[in-house]
């Protein structure tokens, strides 16, 4: 799976909306962008995945540059809920039974 | 909403003992994982399985590790001969199959593993 660069931490205020960016500049067009998150002492957990046109669901919002060399998570209202590690991992579509591979991630902080 | 069962959530064992994790999958999933997270470390792949046999291994998954599917639930790592370095938390994932949204693999809470 290609690379993935995502800043190691981001604090957002309770209620505030929070962008979390990913780079993946050597991303292919087979290559979907698919995004986990770890609350503390859990397991990750999947929160939303998109190729080219921008997703939302329950969870989240995906906006992908026109070029697909960035993307950005869209949490619109943190709660302290949302306090975890977000992973920002590319899956080829051939991925098949590949595993995930998990970089470190951003640790989100979320300010009452 | 379904979700993946592992049990204990603490294992507390004594170097050079077998320990068994125990993992029930998602019922109608296919596809099977194991990863493990040393505390304050990135989550690293061990073993995938599929149809019975394990599909791809990880290098950490040496002579001391084996992953069996004993029934139609439940799905197991073993480690035969402990070691202080196997000290951590361990996940179990299920996946339904492959493609679209049925490429998303479901996590278990994990066991930690802390070997004395």
């Known amino acids: 799976d290609a690379k993935t660069t995502q800043p190691n931490s981001m604090e957002s205020n309770e209620e505030e909306p929070v962008h979390l960016p990913c780079n993946h500049s050597?991303?292919?067009?087979?290559?979907?962008i698919h995004w986990y998150r770890q609350l503390p002492s859990q397991g990750p957990e999947y929160v939303i995945h998109g190729l080219t046109s921008n997703v939302n669901n329950r969870m989240a919002s995906l906006a992908i540059a026109e070029d697909r060399k960035s993307s950005t998570l869209i949490l619109h209202r943190a709660t302290l809920r949302d306090a975890a590690v977000y992973y920002c991992?590319?899956?080829?579509?051939?991925?098949?039974?590949?595993?995930?591979?998990f970089g470190k991630g951003t640790r989100l902080s979320v300010i009452a | 909403e379904p979700e993946v069962t592992q049990t204990p959530s603490h294992q507390v064992t004594q170097m050079g003992q077998e320990v068994i994790l125990r993992c029930v999958p998602i019922s109608n999933h296919l596809y099977f994982y194991w990863y493990r997270q040393i505390l304050g470390q990135k989550v690293e792949f061990l073993v995938s399985?599929?149809?019975?046999?394990?599909?791809?291994k990880s290098e950490i998954f040496d002579d001391q590790f084996s992953v069996e599917r004993p029934d139609g639930s439940n799905f197991t790592l073993k480690i035969r001969s402990t070691k202080l370095e196997d000290s951590a938390m361990y996940f179990c994932?299920?996946?339904?199959?492959?493609?679209?949204?049925?490429?998303?693999?479901?996590f278990g809470a994990g066991t930690r593993l802390s070997v004395l």
């Open positions: 994932a299920s996946k339904e199959r492959t493609g679209g949204m049925q490429n998303i693999q479901y």
């Open positions: 050597t991303i292919s067009g087979t290559d979907y």
């Open positions: 399985f599929y149809n019975n046999e394990i599909s791809e």
């Open positions: 991992i590319l899956r080829t579509i051939l991925s098949g039974n590949t595993p995930l591979v």
